[in-house]
């Protein structure tokens, strides 16, 4: 039993301290900002689809499939004036250089807080479906709140307060097989 005691005292001593946020001054409240998320340009290649919990389950399975089903798409029109054989050559060639082609598009499904629990069932979903890879992975996420007077009038002289704490956010990532 003290040998137990002694070994709980030494992982206590161990670990980091929690660093706590400081308190709200009086007469103050929190005012939370939208996550930050990072630009993304039109040709990115890992879509991310952002998940809430009033985020219908159904339409964002439907998002992550036209995406990867935009993946698929890759072979250009076929030559409008080439006959039936040249277009069987095409198709022979474009299945021998299969091997060749780039990896398969991954479209990230991201959520935090209260939507961890519809992106873990849509990773679910996935999983079930037989032809998609599913990968989790958890973040911590800075989200920045500020601090502001309750009352308008009071502290306008005063400045706006800032702060971050954090998030935690689980991000499922889905490709084809």
């Known amino acids: 039993m003290a040998k137990s005691a002694t070994q709980h005292q030494q992982h206590q001593q161990h670990r980091e301290p929690i660093k706590k946020l400081a308190p709200i001054p009086q007469g103050c409240k929190i005012q939370k900002r939208p996550l930050m998320r990072p630009q993304l340009s039109a040709s990115s290649k890992s879509p991310t689809i952002y998940v809430s919990s009033h985020t219908p389950f159904v339409s964002a399975v439907k998002r992550v499939r036209k995406l990867l089903a935009k993946s698929l798409r890759t072979a250009g029109p076929a030559p409008k004036n080439a006959s039936l054989q040249s277009r069987v050559e095409s198709l022979k060639q474009n299945t021998a250089s299969a091997s060749d082609r780039p990896p398969a598009l991954v479209v990230t499904v991201a959520g935090t807080g209260k939507a961890i629990e519809k992106t873990l069932s849509l990773a679910s979903w996935f999983e079930q479906e037989g032809d998609c890879n599913v990968c989790l992975r ?40």
């Open 138 to 177: 958890t973040r911590t996420v800075g989200a920045v709140d500020d601090i502001v007077p309750r009352e308008a009038g009071e502290g306008e002289g005063e400045a706006d307060e800032s702060r971050v704490r954090k998030v935690s956010c689980l991000e499922v990532l889905v490709s084809l097989k």
